[in-house]
């Protein structure tokens, strides 16, 4: 079992920056894809972005692209996503995600571990 909690979220305006965090319990962390999932009032969860055990390998939604950026430090056992440029329309709960392996997938059903989520909200 990994356990995963995130934090960081917060209110925001609209063109501001923020860091959500995410902490695993893994024993061996960089053994996990780390991946960043969201859902806003009335959607389905969708993928923002993710990243392969060691870094080397990353994906994002094209919504963010450009504007957010994950990383990880795996001495920390912890995942960030560093979102700059926010909107509005970026507003959701945000959810920390880890699947065993290598193939970093976009796939939130790719996933068997999420964390409990952290609120962002973007005002205009």
């Known amino acids: 079992q990994v356990q995963l909690v995130e934090s960081g979220g917060t209110l925001v305006q609209a063109g501001g920056s923020l860091r959500l965090s995410c902490a695993a319990s893994a024993r061996t962390f960089s053994n996990y894809v780390m991946g960043w999932f969201r859902q806003a009032p009335g959607k389905e969860r969708e993928f923002v972005a993710a990243?392969?055990?060691?870094?080397?390998?990353?994906r994002y939604a094209d919504s963010v692209k450009g504007r957010f950026t994950i990383s990880r430090d795996n001495a920390k056992n912890t995942v960030y996503l560093q979102m700059n440029s926010l909107k509005p329309e970026d507003t959701a709960v945000y959810y920390c995600?880890?699947?065993?392996?290598?193939?970093?997938?976009?796939?939130?059903?790719?996933?068997?571990?999420w964390g409990q989520g952290t609120q962002v909200t973007v005002s205009s």
């Open positions: 990243i392969s055990g060691y870094g080397r390998s990353t």
């Open positions: 995600a880890a699947r065993l392996g290598v193939v970093v997938t976009t796939e939130t059903e790719g996933y068997a571990f």
